[in-house]
């Protein structure tokens, strides 16, 4: 019985770990599409270099 349900929170925690890196992910291509989608006039507009989309879409796997 203990053993079983040790199973299942290792399994829940795994499916949980999952969930949450897919979720960052997801929100990383997210960014990365929706900057790399503006003109270099916008990017200007804002401060932000065209080689630098890469790593600030990366940055937003630090708010998962």
């Known amino acids: 019985q203990y ?3 040790s199973q299942m929170a290792f399994l829940n925690k795994t499916r949980f770990r999952f969930a949450t890196a897919f ?4 929100e990383e ?3 990365f599409n929706e900057l790399s989608s503006l003109g270099d006039r916008e990017l200007t507009d804002l401060g932000i ?5 890469a790593t600030i879409a990366r940055s937003t796997r630090n708010a998962f």
């Not at 979720?23 to 997801?26: E, G, I, L, V």
């Open 49 to 53: 270099a065209r080689g630098d989309i």
């Open 29 to 31: 291509r997210r960014v």
């Open 3 to 5: 053993r079983k349900s």
């Open 23 to 26: 979720k960052a992910y997801a």
